[in-house]
């Protein structure tokens, strides 16, 4: 029987209260018998500065990178606004991401059908939605050197931070696109500001380079990210897998998650290239944050959590058939009316993040009686 280690870093908010229904799903499938799932547990932002002074320590570093996936919660508060800048919470997050080399970042935008309701957009517009979101998550301005705040001398001051993209960087995204789009409905948008920006030029001219020497059977569109933007909110249904860049990448994916009903609904992977024995670090999250407002009163929706979990078992643990089962799960209790605060609507039950956690396991039990 296959043995998993996963590594849980629940982090700050409520990261700690959905991750918790997650460990719950994860227990169930290893009671299944088909797989073991051992579970260990480190800290992350917020929590890891309390704890240690840094926004995650060496010992968490070293056990996630020897993890076959991390599942990360959400990370940052106002309690720690004044921490210094290295040490924010969110820097456990980008140095996971950079040192795992998770340069893949998947977030797809599904809308649930008993959720259309709840879309800041018309049910016509967003019913059935399936869009993936590529985004670079390794280079870009979020890493690119100098990034600093220099003092001019003349009481003037200047920030500087740079985005930088290399061809190879360009080529691995475009792929993972690519490859992914094959199996959807065989679409890809790039999005970049080629107007206005070098690295978009050079961005176009390799994701172009890509598509005609490995993947004409794939049809590309070049979209620049403000009409991205634009498009998304206007007829979101256009699209089947957007690829872009990290900054650009973070804010259409908050764009296109809203469509959906809720960021609490949306999970994502972060993956690394795949080695010679076929396996790669990964580490999976919501896409939603730590939401401090709510944290610690059983209000937050588990679904982005749980459903990250899903996702852990498409892309680590080649196991779909499970996923799948998640997937229909979660949708049945939807279904079935119940709601956390977040997706709530008239004449649907309001239930807590724990009580979720149980109707999705009941359903479980179910659907595999
Ligand atoms: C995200 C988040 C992060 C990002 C933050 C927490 C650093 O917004 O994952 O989308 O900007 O990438
Ligand atoms: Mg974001």
Same mark, same amino acid.
């Given at each position: ?19 918790? /229904?997650? @460990? !719950? =799903? ?8 088909? +797989? &073991? ?131 190879? /960087?360009? @080529? !691995? =995204? ?8 094959? +199996? &959807? ?185």
């Amino acid at each position: 029987m296959p043995n998993y280690n996963l590594f849980l870093l629940p982090g700050d908010g409520i990261g700690p209260e959905i991750m918790a /229904e997650a @460990e !719950r =799903i994860i227990d169930w499938l290893s009671g299944r018998g088909d +797989v &073991r799932f051992e579970c260990s547990h480190g800290l992350v932002g917020g929590a890891a500065y309390d704890a240690h002074g840094v926004a995650i320590s060496e010992d968490d570093m070293a056990r996630a990178l020897a993890a076959d996936a991390v599942i990360f919660g959400a990370v940052g508060g106002p309690k720690w606004d004044d921490v210094p800048y290295d040490a924010r919470p969110e820097a456990g997050l980008l140095r996971l991401r950079k040192d795992l080399k998770l340069f893949a970042n998947l977030r797809p935008a599904i809308c649930y059908p008993a959720l259309a309701e709840a879309s800041s957009l018309r049910r016509e517009l967003v019913e059935g939605l399936d869009i993936m979101i590529v985004r670079e998550l390794t280079g870009g301005v979020y890493f690119g050197e100098p990034k600093e705040i220099v003092d001019l001398g003349n009481g003037q001051k200047r920030g500087i931070d740079t985005q930088v993209y290399d061809t190879y /960087e360009i @080529e !691995r =995204i475009a792929r993972v696109a690519f490859d992914l789009a094959r +199996v &959807r409905r065989g679409k890809v948008i790039s999005s970049e500001k080629r107007n206005v920006m070098k690295s978009g030029v050079l961005w176009h001219e390799v994701v172009s380079d890509v598509h005609q020497a490995e993947y004409s059977d794939v049809t590309l569109e070049h979209m620049l990210a403000d009409n991205c933007g634009m498009q998304l909110v206007r007829n979101p249904k256009q699209f089947d897998v957007i690829v872009t860049d990290n900054l650009f990448g973070d804010m259409l994916s908050d764009v296109a998650a809203m469509l959906t009903g809720s960021l609490g609904m949306l999970p994502s992977a972060s993956l690394g290239e795949t080695d010679a024995g076929g396996k790669r670090k990964a580490l999976y999250e919501p896409v939603h944050g730590s939401a401090p407002d709510i944290a610690g009163q059983g209000k937050a929706n588990p679904i982005a959590m749980i459903g990250s979990l899903t996702m852990a078992l498409r892309y680590s643990f080649n196991m779909s058939a499970e996923a799948d089962l998640l997937d229909t799960a979660i949708a049945n209790v939807l279904g079935r009316g119940l709601r956390t605060a977040d997706i709530m609507q008239d004449g649907k039950t309001l239930v807590s993040t724990h009580e979720m956690g149980d109707a999705i396991l009941a359903e479980l039990d179910l659907l595999t009686e």
